[in-house]
């Protein structure tokens, strides 16, 4: 059979706020493709770089496997993934770069590659798969062990003859339950185990349930997946489920779909799934206010263990969240906080600064939704504009020579915005600060009216606050010079 060697680009060390975090999760999109490609008959490896120090450790692994094709299939499920930082991009092409120097021919498929496939075809790689790639992917390979025309395949762009051949983008499959598992037994989960349960006590591990997202934040990028939404029957994401926990044993999943649960009914068959077969799971998911509030829904996730909930709260400005096409109320993220924590369901936010527009009222307003709503845990980022989106092109004109972050933590505002780089860095720390702040406050009124011996988290959230204190009063000073200095009021 043909050796076909897959790898993805990313590095979590590469990554220091990821690594630092110590919550790496294995490529599942990866190891969904290797699945495919094996059972269309080319005999699969893979090469893990979630770990690994550096692309360079590729060479030697290439050297031994030999393979025909390298792929480097990146995790269209991971979020992180749809960053396109350049740290990776630059891992991606050393790797092209070695292997096309083995005689591999060398195929990718990931969001930055989607977007930008002039940089990667001059950098040793003779095919992107755009979009989903399993079916394009099964499809490329056997025309090239045929010597056909890959010119005629939907979802490819290639040089020939110095010649760009972008072709038509390939439907997205529908019929998800007709996939394979992943090929979980191509990787090592032991030194993914030993991490998160060295730093967190637990071990976490990723599945998919859909693919895709029909709403139209305008700021969100969709190079793999696309505006279309497509679920796994409840049957088939448990029948997942249950294999993970006899092979693997994890204690906690992440469902890392962009939207969990959103067709109509699937949370309740999930539900009722789980407690048919008398299982006992925690885990996370990511949604959306107005989605929580439909049906029973919080209700089924909290009887079928999830355990945190992230919400795209962005702003707790509506003018902004109406900008961003984001179609949400300021009213439902206080409401869904609220169900959230009375069903025993954490609540965690992401939110965004620097879109178009904001002023400092609008950063003051989203500040205030926080301090009054308490979320468990709060993401911060900065308007990142991205290829094929509509904010990209409101942006397009004001954009900086640098146009991606380098790693997650780079904050970078790519465009001209209200304010610089460094005022939404400040600010960045001056909101966990206030959030710590705060969290401690609440701590010190739940002692006052619900006496009790206090345990360590009670502390510890008070130490926190003591320590952010003094640094939100610095930051809060900083913020104000920058804005004096700009003639920003």
């Known amino acids: 059979m043909t050796k076909v060697l897959f790898t993805h680009s990313y590095f979590y ?36 770089v979630g770990l690994k120090d550096s692309p360079e450790e590729i060479n030697p692994f290439l050297e031994n496997e030999t393979p025909t094709y390298f792929i480097i299939y990146d995790d269209g499920f991971n979020y992180l993934t749809k960053m396109c930082l350049t740290v990776m991009r630059e891992a991606a092409f050393i790797m092209a770069s070695f292997a096309k120097q083995k005689g591999c021919i060398v195929i990718i498929n990931s969001s930055d590659s989607s977007d930008h496939y002039e940089k990667y075809l001059q950098h040793g790689v003779d095919f992107i798969v755009r979009g989903e790639g399993e079916e394009t992917l099964k499809e490329l390979l056997h025309s090239l062990e045929e010597k056909k025309d890959p010119s005629i395949i939907n979802g490819l762009a290639f040089q020939l ?29 032991k030194p993914y185990q030993l991490i998160w349960r060295e730093h967190h006590g637990y071990f976490s591990i990723n599945l998919a349930t859909t693919r895709g997202c029909p709403y139209k934040c305008n700021w969100c ?13 409840a049957f088939q994401v448990v029948n997942e489920i249950e294999f993970l926990l006899k092979n693997y044993k994890p204690d906690h999943f992440w469902m890392s779909d962009d939207i969990f649960g959103l067709k109509p009914g ?5 539900r009722d799934e789980v407690k048919k077969r008398g299982l006992s799971i925690r885990y996370k998911i990511q949604s959306r206010v107005d989605l929580l509030l439909e049906e029973d829904n919080i209700s089924a996730l909290a009887d079928s263990g999830a355990e945190t909930v992230w919400v795209g709260a962005e702003s707790g400005s509506q003018k902004i969240l109406d900008a961003m096409d984001k179609g949400t ?68 004109a004001g954009l900086h020579e640098k146009q991606n972050w380098s790693d997650s933590d780079d904050l970078a505002m790519l465009f001209a ?3 610089n780089s460094g005022y939404y860095k400040i600010l960045h720390r001056y909101i966990h600060n206030r959030f710590r702040i705060q969290r401690g406050i609440n701590q010190i009124r739940d002692w006052i009216t619900k006496p009790r011996i206090p345990v360590a988290l009670d502390l510890k959230r008070v130490a926190s606050m003591v320590f952010h204190f003094p640094l939100a009063i610095v930051n809060a000073f900083q913020l104000h010079q920058i804005s004096k200095t700009n003639g920003i009021n």
Do not use: C
């Open 221 to 233: 990028a969709k190079p793999i997946y696309g505006n279309r939404y497509n679920s796994r029957s």
């Open 329 to 396: 109320k300021i009213e439902q993220i206080h409401e869904a906080r609220s169900l959230l924590k009375q069903k025993g369901i954490k609540a965690a936010f992401f939110l965004q600064f620097g879109y178009p527009g904001e002023t400092k009222d609008d950063i003051n307003d989203t500040l205030q939704m926080v301090l009054d709503v308490m979320p468990d845990e709060i993401g911060i980022s900065v308007s990142y504009p991205l290829p094929g989106t509509k904010f990209y092109e409101n942006v397009k």
């Open 266 to 270: 699937w949370v309740n068959s999930f």
């Open 13 to 48: 060390k590469l990554d220091p706020k990821q690594w630092k975090f110590k919550q790496p999760y294995p490529p599942l999109g990866t190891l969904q493709a290797a699945s495919v490609i094996r059972n269309a008959g080319f005999e699969v490896s893979l090469f893990d």
């Open 161 to 189: 003859q110095s010649q760009l051949i972008v072709t038509p983008p390939r439907s997205v499959i529908r019929d998800l339950d007709s996939l394979p598992l992943p090929s979980w037994d191509l990787l090592d989960l």
């Open 417 to 419: 915005g209200t304010y």
